[in-house]
DNA sequence: CCGACAACCTGACGGC
DNA sequence: TGCCGTCAGGTTGTCG
C-alpha cells in the first residue's frame, strides 16, 4: 500500500543496499508498465554507481554518477525485494550491485512505472511540476494550505487527494488525518477555519510520521533474505473499520467519494 | 471549476 | 472445490 510513509521507507530500504555501489546488472523483464520502461534504461543504468538516493510524494529516486535519475512509482501494488531467492512471476526489473545484492520490483497490478531522466531536468518532470508541498519539512503550512483551499467547494476529502495540493496523501492517510483533526470528509474545502487547518496541518504529519516510523521498524525484515519491505501494519483508527467502534464509542462510517472508499466517523468528525 | 466515472491489471476474499 | 462478483494503496483522462 505505497502512499508517501511506504515509499520513504522502501528508499531508506534500498539505500544501504544501493548506495556508493556499482550496479552490475540492471534488467528489464518486460517493456510495459502503466508506460514503457525507457528502452535505454538498461544501456544507461548497467554500469553507473548510485551516488544518491530520494523520494519526492510518492515517487522514488536513484541518483547515478551518470547524471540520472531513475525515478519508480509503486503504484497500488509495487514493491521491491530484497536478494530473493529466486525470481517471482510480476519480478519487472532485476538489479545486481558489484557487492553481490540483488534487487527486484515486483508489480502485480503494473500501476506503477519506471522512468529515467537526467537529474538536471527532475524540476521540469512533469509530474514535479505542478506538485504541491512536501507534507514533512517546512513546506506544509496552514496559511499555504488555506491559500491553495480558498474559494473550493470541492470536499476536503477530494482536495487531500489531490497532488497538486499536498504532495504524497492517499486514501488512507487522508482519511486517518481528517479523523485526527475532528472534519468531516465532506466538509467543502474553502470553508474550513484556520484553527482547523493548522490541526489538519498537524494531524497529516503526525499520521505520516507514526507511520514512518512504524514502517521503520520493519527494517530489519528488509536486510533478511527475501525481506518484504515497506508494508506498514499500523492499526488504523478509521481506515478499513467500517461499522466497528470508533475510539468514542460510536460506529465508523464508510462512504463512496469520487468513486473511492472514504472512512470516518460522524461523532468525531463535524461538518 | 467540479464531480462522477472509467480505464489500466492482478489477486484476495466472500457468497453460493 | 470452484465459479463469480466485488474490492483494493494510484494516476490519468473524458464527459456533462
Known amino acids: 500500500m505505497p502512499e508517501l510513509p511506504e515509499v520513504e521507507t522502501t528508499v531508506r530500504g534500498l539505500t544501504p543496499v544501493l548506495h556508493g555501489q556499482r550496479l ?25 554507481v548510485v551516488t544518491g538516493l530520494g523520494r519526492r510524494a510518492k515517487y522514488g529516486m536513484i541518483d547515478t554518477d551518470r547524471g540520472d ?29 558489484a557487492a553481490g545484492r540483488r534487487l527486484a520490483l515486483n508489480d502485480p497490478r503494473r500501476f506503477g512505472f519506471l522512468d529515467l ?16 508541498p512536501e507534507p514533512l519539512g517546512d513546506d506544509l503550512t496552514a496559511a ?13 476529502k477530494a482536495m487531500l487527494l489531490d497532488q497538486r ?45 507514526a507511520a514512518i516510523d512504524a514502517g521503520g521498524s520493519t527494517l530489519r525484515d528488509f536486510a533478511a533474505p527475501d525481506g518484504e519491505l515497506g508494508y506498514f501494519s499500523k492499526q488504523f483508527l478509521v481506515y478499513g473499520r467500517e461499522d466497528e467502534a470508533c475510539a468514542c464509542g460510536g460506529p465508523v462510517h464508510r462512504q463512496t467519494q469520487a468513486g473511492r472508499s472514504t472512512f ?8
Open 24 to 48: 552490475t546488472l540492471v534488467e528489464p523483464r518486460r517493456a510495459d508498465l502503466r508506460k514503457a520502461i525507457p528502452v535505454d534504461l538498461r544501456q544507461r543504468m548497467q554500469g553507473a
Open 69 to 97: 535519475t531513475m525515478i519508480f512509482h509503486l503504484g497500488m501494488s509495487g514493491r521491491w525485494r530484497v536478494d530473493p531467492a529466486d525470481l517471482l512471476a510480476h519480478d519487472h526489473l532485476l538489479i545486481e550491485t
Open 117 to 132: 531522466l537526467p537529474t538536471a531536468d527532475l524540476p521540469a518532470y512533469p509530474a514535479f511540476a505542478a506538485m504541491g
Open 144 to 156: 499555504g494550505l488555506m491559500r491553495a483551499l480558498e474559494g473550493r467547494s470541492a470536499p476536503i
Open 165 to 209: 495540493i499536498v504532495a504524497g496523501l492517499g486514501n488512507i492517510y487522508v482519511c486517518e488525518a481528517l479523523h485526527m483533526a475532528g472534519i468531516a470528509p465532506s466538509r467543502a474545502a474553502g470553508q474550513i477555519s484556520s484553527t482547523r487547518l493548522a490541526r489538519l496541518v498537524e494531524a497529516i504529519r503526525a499520521v505520516l510520521m
Open 264 to 271: 470516518w466517523c460522524p461523532r468525531c468528525q463535524r461538518t
